[in-house]
């Protein structure tokens, strides 16, 4: 396994790049970054209120929870044949278009627009999350940690912020669906932000030399079939949290605005968790310390939210956010491996569409339990269950890099 400090492999020649479009890329890599949660979050927030506005029964209550991650599956399997017709930066922009006027459409107050614009959204930040890693090793070969470290940041913070303020947005506009609406117009400035790094991309286009690569005979080899295993759970235990935390906390007894302020929380402390990770494993022999502290510091998060009462749910908001932080770790490893653009984006491929296919047993199983047994403690036994796993996986994920680093 390639380890978070080590150099990336070569890449195809580019000519150097002015000034200007360095900090283009740049000022869109923050702007992609601000969206790739926003979306999601803002929804999970309002379902509450868009159930009881919109009238839709528990089934569909289950399955608007699991969309995401359905299309980062089945929409994410295309990118590296996108990617391979278009070039990455092309189908970046593809993504940010159908990302924008999905999250718009959803601003219509109907049940299938809502479900109609949480597709196509979603399906377009599929495309943008599995491209996200070759776009940084491509305009940022050698600074991978720092840029996908910032990229992880402004996504979080994204996250965080909608989580926070689109309660009261709603509540202002007068309508939670106005409220989800409202999110797209974020993706436009990302959007527009994004154009002139496509512009630039196509005017100054330099093909790699080697084919592109399919992605699913990588799972065969143990780097694949790792990286596919801890995205995959850290995958099911991030969505199954996001999708579902703000309205535990309120059936729970706490009123929808504070559930709201508790989901921030969370998304809040995952902002540094992910960049102390980050450092913590580029340290010599501390990468599999670092998959450690967060894998068990999200095993503790969630029995604290199992057994603590709900006047203290800062305490697992807080131990869930560190949790929450394993992703950044995750991706600078994507980002880091394969010989060449075509393979990192292969893998990426093969990761996250693989991941967020069986991720979404996380959400929408979250949700039948629920409305089966009343409670939350099976859920919740279950995500325990998970965490354990991906501590296991953790250890097997590191023990090539703790040899080497030994030897």
Avoid at 205 to 220: A, C, H, K, Q, Y
Avoid at 247 to 252: G, I, K, R, S, V
Avoid at 357 to 371: D, K
């Amino acid at each position: 396994m390639t380890s978070v400090s080590s150099a990336p492999a070569a890449t195809a020649a580019r000519p150097p790049k002015a000034h200007g479009a360095v900090v283009a890329s740049v000022i869109a890599l923050v702007l992609i970054g601000l969206n790739l949660r926003a979306g999601i979050t803002g929804a999970s927030a309002l379902l509450h209120d868009l159930q009881l506005v919109l009238g839709y029964g528990p089934l569909v209550a289950s399955v608007i929870p699991s969309i995401p991650t359905l299309c980062f599956a089945v929409a994410g399997a295309a990118t590296s044949w996108l990617t391979g017709r278009l070039g990455v930066e092309k189908s970046i922009l593809l993504s940010l278009a159908m990302l924008a006027g999905g999250l718009m459409l959803r601003g219509i107050p109907s049940t299938g627009m809502l479900l109609a614009g949480t597709v196509l959204g979603m399906s377009g930040l599929a495309v943008c999350n599995v491209a996200m890693p070759s776009f940084i090793r491509e305009h940022f070969a050698h600074r991978t940690s720092l840029m996908t470290g910032l990229y992880t940041v402004t996504m979080t913070t994204g996250a965080t912020v909608t989580a926070v303020a689109v309660v009261p947005l709603a509540q202002l506009l007068g309508s939670p669906s106005a409220g989800v609406g409202a999110i797209g117009i974020l993706a436009v400035t990302a959007f527009l932000g994004f154009l002139p790094v496509a512009l630039h991309a196509h005017r100054h286009s330099v093909r790699g030399t080697s084919g592109p690569v399919s992605p699913w005979p990588l799972l065969r080899t143990r780097k694949g079939a790792l990286l596919t295993a801890i995205f995959t759970l850290q995958a099911l235990l991030a969505y199954a949290l996001l999708s579902w935390f703000p309205y535990m906390l309120t059936t729970m007894g706490l009123s929808a605005a504070d559930s709201g302020l508790m989901f921030g929380l969370m998304q809040l402390v995952s902002v540094p968790a992910g960049m102390v990770l980050i450092a913590i494993g580029s340290r010599p022999r501390m990468l599999r310390p670092a998959f450690y502290l967060v894998s068990l510091t999200m095993l503790i998060g969630i029995a604290a939210l199992l057994v603590l009462p709900v006047s203290l749910a800062a305490i697992p908001a807080v131990l869930l956010g560190f949790g929450l932080g394993i992703f950044p770790l995750v991706m600078v490893m994507i980002s880091r491996s394969g010989q060449d653009t075509a393979e990192t984006t292969a893998l990426s491929t093969l990761a996250q569409s693989t991941g967020y296919l069986l991720a979404t047993v996380g959400p929408f199983g979250m949700g039948l339990l629920h409305s089966a047994t009343g409670g939350w403690t099976l859920p919740l036994a279950l995500l325990l269950a998970i965490a354990v796993a991906q501590i296991v996986v953790a250890h097997h994920l590191t023990a090539k890099n703790t040899a080497k680093t030994k030897g």
